[in-house]
């Protein structure tokens, strides 16, 4: 079953084992574990669904879950604030916001303490309005926020559905005019708004009951793991996911005090000489990971940003700039940390001194892959090249007035202008009310047809606006999807590089001091272990804070 990445559980785990080695090392943990339980029970990402009763909020949850932990019925069932603890997550289920006062002001208070507010409506009551009014006061409160519709008359893959599309361009035509009422324009555009998400919760929650294959089909045709990967993207850069950081500080510390207290036992200047220089070169590898994913985030989110402009703006965002632009981070960054190491060993070859280890230059020295040069130097890393399925548009054209498309709410109708009335014979005067009063009756039914055909006009333009808008909803939210793949694909990979491009550096400079002189084994042990742990907080620091 699909998961959400548990960065809570991650840096438990992490806790646990330094506290191991800190106990095996003849020191007492209670304070360590103390201190990031403190912090740790304050730090739990919260994810709260809220919208209309009976629209399948709980069941939604239900199938996320995987476990019948929310109430589910045909009445609002859901009174209070239903609290679910979910692997590492918090699951809030509200009242209704259709349901009762006192069940909607339950729920708004709640919006506050909420990292990602998922709206849930069902296939049936997209034109609720007290729905979009309040989704418009959550994008207000710049709270990240997925719509999810909850197909319940789906017959088959939701996405394929015949009515998704209509359905879409309803509830964007709805935000349109909610978001209008309250003075907001372009809601489309707006980077709390992470999109539109069909499901079927029914069949994701009797996926269980299938073998896996079968339950495997089920879950894709009902889109519960889309919307487990919009929830993803937007839990790991919420609020509740950063408050870990504080935990990962004190990690931090408590590894290079541990690291400091082993190292100052050592009495041999060799032994001294490579500790110290081995610190020195995994704090450049660090920094050289912190500072790929920082670059590489930055660069592949300003490139989400580009692509989601150029949906409007008719620009043009080629995904080879964004491929291309990672590699040179990568390469100027190993360039950078090249010079680096170069440094360190003209350190290490003065701090060895008259001391029989000698090193060879070449061992500090950080190795890429070559651009193959039939591939006209696109080659670094063959995972770079496969960043082809970014959903980039060209630009979606906008009506004009000129085609028929946009037009003012109103034309300027002419008045109508009555006779001028002369002093006359009454047979003239008589004549001349006849012929006012049918050159009157002309104009008003011109000007209703003229109504006609400009309500007509109107009609048709706000429908199309309305699906172009839908279109670059759901481009932005694919968009957003993508980038976040992608992020996350960076990440996993450059962290594969960094270690194996240090790993010949380290392994090298272990080689030349251990063939001198024999360390304890149980104090290289302990450090190794430091140093992996002090290298996984870092990593784990990254992934949050980029």
């Given at each position: 079953?699909?998961?959400?990445?548990?960065?809570?559980?991650?840096?438990?785990?992490?806790?646990?084992?330094?506290?191991?080695?800190?106990?095996?090392?003849?020191?007492?943990?209670?304070?360590?574990?103390?201190?990031?339980?403190?912090?740790?029970?304050?730090?739990?990402?919260?994810?709260?669904?809220?919208?209309?009763?009976?629209?399948?909020?709980?069941?939604?949850?239900?199938?996320?879950?995987?476990?019948?932990?929310?109430?589910?019925?045909?009445?609002?069932?859901?009174?209070?604030?239903?609290?679910?603890?979910?692997?590492?997550?918090?699951?809030?289920?509200?009242?209704?916001?259709?349901?009762?006062?006192?069940?909607?002001?339950?729920?708004?208070?709640?919006?506050?303490?909420?990292?990602?507010?998922?709206?849930?409506?069902?296939?049936?009551?997209?034109?609720?309005?007290?729905?979009?009014?309040?989704?418009?006061?959550?994008?207000?409160?710049?709270?990240?926020?997925?719509?999810?519709?909850?197909?319940k008359n789906a017959d088959g893959p939701v996405e394929q559905a015949q009515n998704i599309g209509i359905l879409r361009e309803q509830i964007v035509a709805n935000i349109r005019y909610a978001a209008n009422a309250q003075?907001?324009?372009?809601?489309?555009?707006?980077?709390?708004?992470?999109?539109?998400?069909?499901?079927?919760?029914?069949?994701?929650?009797?996926?269980?009951?299938?073998?896996?294959?079968?339950a495997l089909h089920l879950r894709a045709e009902s889109n519960i793991n889309e919307l487990f990967k919009q929830m993803q993207a937007v839990l790991n850069s919420s609020n509740g996911v950063r408050m870990l950081i504080?935990?990962?500080?004190?990690?931090?510390?408590?590894?290079?005090?541990?690291?400091?207290?082993?190292?100052?036992?050592?009495?041999?200047?060799?032994?001294?000489?490579?500790?110290?220089?081995?610190?020195?070169?995994?704090?450049?590898?660090?920094?050289?990971?912190?500072?790929?994913?920082?670059?590489?985030?930055?660069?592949?989110?300003?490139?989400?940003?580009?692509?989601?402009?150029?949906?409007?703006?008719?620009?043009?965002?080629?995904?080879?700039?964004?491929?291309?632009?990672?590699?040179?981070?990568?390469?100027?960054?190993?360039?950078?940390?090249?010079?680096?190491?170069?440094?360190?060993?003209?350190?290490?070859?003065?701090?060895?001194?008259?001391?029989?280890?000698?090193?060879?230059?070449?061992?500090?020295?950080?190795?890429?892959?070559?651009?193959?040069?039939?591939?006209?130097?696109?080659?670094?890393?063959?995972?770079?090249?496969?960043?082809?399925?970014?959903?980039?548009?060209?630009?979606?054209?906008?009506?004009?007035?000129?085609?028929?498309?946009?037009?003012?709410?109103?034309?300027?109708?002419?008045?109508?202008?009555?006779?001028?009335?002369?002093?006359?014979?009454?047979?003239?005067?008589?004549?001349?009310?006849?012929?006012?009063?049918?050159?009157?009756?002309?104009?008003?039914?011109?000007?209703?047809?003229?109504?006609?055909?400009?309500?007509?006009?109107?009609?048709?333009?706000?429908?199309?606006?309305?699906?172009?808008?839908?279109?670059?909803?759901?481009?932005?939210?694919?968009?957003?999807?993508?980038?976040?793949?992608?992020?996350?694909?960076?990440?996993?990979?450059?962290?594969?590089?960094?270690?194996?491009?240090?790993?010949?550096?380290?392994?090298?400079?272990?080689?030349?001091?251990?063939?001198?002189?024999?360390?304890?084994?149980?104090?290289?042990?302990?450090?190794?272990?430091?140093?992996?742990?002090?290298?996984?907080?870092?990593?784990?620091?990254?992934?949050?804070?980029?």
């Amino acid at each position: 079953m699909t998961e959400l990445f548990d960065h809570k559980k991650k840096v438990l785990e992490l806790r646990d084992r330094c506290a191991a080695l800190y106990t095996e090392c003849g020191k007492n943990g209670d304070s360590f574990i103390k201190d990031t339980d403190e912090v740790l029970s304050r730090s739990t990402p919260c994810l709260m669904f809220y919208g209309l009763y009976n629209a399948g909020k709980s069941s939604i949850i239900n199938a996320l879950t995987g476990e019948e932990t929310a109430a589910v019925g045909d009445v609002p069932t859901t009174t209070r604030v239903q609290n679910i603890n979910w692997n590492g997550f918090l699951i809030v289920d509200t009242p209704g916001l259709n349901a009762q006062t006192e069940h909607t002001l339950t729920a708004d208070s709640q919006i506050a303490k909420s990292d990602v507010v998922v709206f849930v409506i069902d296939d049936m009551n997209v034109d609720e309005k007290s729905f979009y009014y309040a989704f418009i006061n959550v994008l207000k409160k710049n709270k990240p926020s997925l719509i999810v519709i909850n197909q319940k008359n789906a017959d088959g893959p939701v996405e394929q559905a015949q009515n998704i599309g209509i359905l879409r361009e309803q509830i964007v035509a709805n935000i349109r005019y909610a978001a209008n009422a309250q003075g907001i324009t372009d809601v489309e555009h707006n980077r709390c708004f992470r999109g539109i998400v069909p499901v079927n919760a029914m069949t994701a929650w009797e996926a269980r009951n299938f073998p896996e294959k079968a339950a495997l089909h089920l879950r894709a045709e009902s889109n519960i793991n889309e919307l487990f990967k919009q929830m993803q993207a937007v839990l790991n850069s919420s609020n509740g996911v950063r408050m870990l950081i504080p935990a990962l500080d004190i990690i931090n510390s408590l590894l290079e005090g541990l690291s400091e207290d082993m190292k100052s036992g050592i009495k041999s200047d060799i032994q001294k000489t490579y500790y110290s220089t081995r610190d020195n070169i995994i704090r450049q590898k660090d920094s050289l990971y912190k500072r790929l994913i920082a670059e590489g985030r930055t660069k592949i989110n300003a490139f989400a940003d580009k692509a989601a402009a150029s949906v409007s703006t008719g620009d043009t965002a080629d995904v080879a700039e964004i491929r291309n632009s990672l590699e040179q981070t990568i390469r100027q960054a190993f360039s950078d940390a090249n010079l680096s190491l170069q440094g360190e060993f003209q350190l290490c070859s003065v701090n060895l001194g008259e001391l029989s280890v000698k090193l060879d230059k070449s061992e500090f020295m950080l190795n890429l892959p070559d651009p193959d040069d039939s591939d006209e130097g696109t080659g670094l890393l063959e995972w770079l090249d496969t960043i082809f399925d970014l959903p980039i548009p060209n630009g979606l054209p906008f009506p004009n007035p000129g085609d028929g498309g946009l037009v003012p709410p109103r034309f300027p109708v002419p008045p109508s202008t009555p006779e001028k009335i002369g002093i006359t014979v009454l047979l003239g005067l008589i004549k001349a009310l006849v012929s006012s009063k049918k050159k009157a009756e002309e104009q008003k039914q011109r000007e209703a047809e003229m109504r006609r055909q400009i309500e007509e006009m109107n009609r048709q333009s706000e429908e199309r606006i309305n699906s172009m808008v839908t279109q670059i909803v759901e481009i932005n939210r694919k968009i957003r999807t993508a980038a976040s793949d992608l992020e996350n694909s960076y990440s996993a990979n450059v962290a594969n590089l960094v270690e194996q491009a240090f790993a010949p550096v380290l392994s090298s400079l272990e080689t030349e001091f251990c063939e001198e002189e024999k360390r304890s084994d149980t104090a290289k042990n302990h450090l190794d272990r430091i140093n992996s742990l002090l290298h996984e907080c870092n990593a784990i620091r990254a992934s949050i804070d980029g």
